[in-house]
């Protein structure tokens, strides 16, 4: 039994030697297949040459890259030595590199080109253990290098070069036997990476996660997520620095399956789904959002009998679907059911919609699934939970989401629902994996009320980076990590988030409320792209909308309305339309209770981006929206 992910890698390279383990995209845009035997070689041959350059077992070495395969050989081979990564994506600010870097004390540090090297570069005279850097991208050449003109007592080398050097060192049998012994000698406790994460409260926050914490995800996930197979392949598109992808690709390679490096971009990922055609694909619920409101959008483009048939059988699926699941007794019990008035009231129209289901399958639903390919099993969707409608939409089409829960500080996965049998809106613990959700006095509370989710399990990470006053107020002594998550029980056992306890809004009249699921709401418009719902203090709510510009500017067309692209947040048109799409989407008809209603919204000009407004799962960084729009937040409360 493997302790480490090294050892795992060693059992599946000797089990499945001929397998792709990645498939890469070459310069001519082609995907090209690497063998676990080959992937092997190359990890052997960069660890040979970590170790001959000083890497050693208890360092830690940053990796400032974005995806790309030589990622995952360089995470390996920085394991296989004992040492710990440090990653980080492109679009990292200065001021964090320096901070990751400089905390950790890292003396070796990838970058993946030229652009990451002239920012490490820029910060060497504050960061005095740095002294090798090393480039991954093999576009990158000695001579740009040199332009650089980078400080002479640290040195840049290029991983094709430091690859091809390990190679010849690797002829010599004692060389390859002596990263067998370090990787034979890891140990389960020891740290893997530290993800450095400001998440959605802008402060810094190294997260140390072990071999053990990755290791026992392993063994727990396949047994809700049933029919994980070797040679299976996945589209991979989210930031690999970032836990949710991290664990990823080990539950990838401990299937003996294989990774297909995209980007979460339209025109790609349609063609890479068209050209890989996958088994799985991992992805944020923006994706999916995206995906589900392209569909939309392109329907009513298209017009005429296509759009009809599109819209009609939509409604018939989603009827269907949820008749269908009362009748199975597949919905969320967060207040006790009668399966005897579930049963007598959905069995009459899901046997009446069946016939009509499954015409709307051979005539439309087929055909959106086949734009996944024809291999398609499911799509593993973390980072925040499904939207209620976007989950609805795929499964009444027949195309399956597997929604996850967690936490880098669990590594991150804390719970999943089920592939078979699940039940919308809920999720299952690990098994392994203690929960608890307690109010503010500490007790437990009954199924359907609200409180702050505890986890304790084998994933939970050992602490903060340096930062031990920090881990006590979120871990307790005795493992309790409090996610400070909202989350309710259903009385069958299964949970779900209901928002986040540090985003709760109190207005002025003492009314308590969450802003997820209305911002939820407002996104599933086909004219909002985002929503953040704001009132802290305040009377009423109020909201800063990101416009869907393609889609608002199709409706202006349509009702002949002349605009500018630069001034269209400033059109009364657009404004009253806005309004009307806020007052329909958040009602008291739509569920929602008289205060949790918009009064007032700002429309914003421009899209958020990941890094500032948004985090690297495209969470809302509800810290930086304050900061970078607080003139419009207070204009918006104004009088």
């Not at 049933?226 to 664990?247: A, M, N």
């Not at 949820?322 to 919905?331: A, H, P």
């Not at 409090?482 to 002025?508: P, Q």
């Not at 416009?547 to 002949?560: C, D, F, P, S, T």
Request: a neutral charge.
């Amino acid at each position: 039994m493997y302790q480490t992910i090294p050892q795992l890698f060693e059992t599946i390279v000797e089990k499945y030697p001929s397998v792709a383990a990645q498939l890469g995209k070459d310069e001519k845009g082609v995907f090209q297949p690497v063998t676990y035997r080959q992937l092997h070689e190359e990890v052997y041959a960069l660890a040979a040459s970590l170790s001959l350059h000083g890497v050693k077992r208890g360092d830690r070495v940053g990796l400032i890259s974005d995806n790309r395969k030589e990622w995952l050989a360089s995470d390996l081979a920085i394991l296989s030595l004992g040492a710990a990564d440090v990653p980080r994506g492109q679009d990292a600010m200065s001021h964090e590199v320096e901070f990751i870097l400089g905390i950790t004390e890292a003396e070796f540090c990838f970058v993946e080109n030229i652009a990451q090297l002239k920012k490490v570069a820029s910060l060497l005279d504050r960061l005095p253990h740095l002294a090798t850097i090393v480039v991954l991208d093999h576009k990158t050449t000695n001579e740009q290098i040199r332009d650089l003109s980078i400080e002479s007592d640290v040195t840049v080398l290029l991983y094709s070069e430091l690859v091809a050097e390990g190679r010849l060192l690797l002829q010599d049998p004692g060389r390859r036997e002596a990263i067998r012994e370090a990787i034979a000698s890891g140990d389960a406790e020891e740290t893997a990476t530290i993800i450095f994460t400001s998440g959605t409260t802008g402060e810094p926050k190294g997260v140390m996660l072990s071999h053990r914490n990755f290791a026992y995800q392993l063994e727990a996930v396949p047994k809700l997520i049933k029919g994980l197979e070797p040679e299976q392949r996945w589209l991979s598109v989210l930031p690999i620095w970032h836990s949710f992808e991290r664990i990823l690709q080990y539950v990838i390679i401990a299937n003996a399956s294989t990774i297909a490096y995209s980007k979460p971009l339209g025109p790609v990922l349609l063609n890479d789904l068209a050209v890989v055609n996958p088994h799985w694909m991992g992805s944020v619920p923006r994706i999916w959002e995206a995906v589900r409101s392209g569909v939309y959008t392109s329907m009513k483009k298209t017009g005429g009998i296509k759009a009809a048939l599109f819209f009609f059988f939509t409604g018939v699926a989603a009827t269907y679907a949820k008749n269908r699941d009362l009748l199975l007794g597949r919905v969320a019990t967060f207040k006790k059911r009668n399966r005897f008035i579930d049963i007598s009231r959905s069995i009459l129209p899901t046997l009446l919609l069946h016939p009509l289901y499954r015409l709307g399958n051979a005539l439309v639903f087929s055909k959106i699934r086949a734009k996944l390919g024809t291999s398609f099993i499911a799509g593993v969707s973390g980072g925040g939970s499904l939207s209620e409608s976007v989950d609805f939409f795929f499964d009444s089409i027949g195309v399956k989401l597997v929604d996850g829960y967690g936490l880098t500080e669990s590594a991150p996965v804390i719970s999943i629902r089920p592939l078979q049998k699940s039940i919308k809106r809920t999720m299952t613990g690990l098994p392994g994996t203690e929960l608890r959700i307690l109010d503010a006095e500490g007790r437990t509370v009954p199924p359907g009320k609200k409180g702050v989710l505890y986890v304790r399990g084998p994933q939970v990470m050992s602490g903060y980076f340096k930062r031990p006053e920090l881990t006590k107020t979120v871990l307790s002594a005795d493992g309790w990590l409090n996610t400070g998550d909202l989350a309710m029980w259903t009385h069958h056992g299964e949970f779900a988030i209901v928002g986040r306890a540090k985003d709760t809004i109190v207005l002025s009249g003492g009314e308590n409320l969450e802003p997820m699921p209305i911002e939820a709401r407002l996104a599933e418009s086909e004219y909002i792209e985002q929503a953040v719902v704001l009132g802290q203090d305040r009377k009423h709510l109020g909201a800063l909308i990101v416009l869907n510009k393609a889609r608002v500017a199709e409706y202006l067309k349509e009702k002949n309305i002349p605009y500018l692209e630069e001034t269209m947040t400033h059109l009364g048109e657009v404004k009253d339309l806005i309004g009307r799409t806020i007052g329909e989407m958040v009602s008291t008809k739509s569920g929602f209770k008289p205060f949790e209603q918009i009064t007032r919204f700002t429309l914003l000009s421009k899209s958020f981006e990941v890094g500032k407004e948004l985090s690297a799962k495209q969470e809302l960084k509800r810290f930086e929206i304050d900061r970078m729009y607080e003139e419009e937040i207070e204009e918006l409360f104004a009088g």
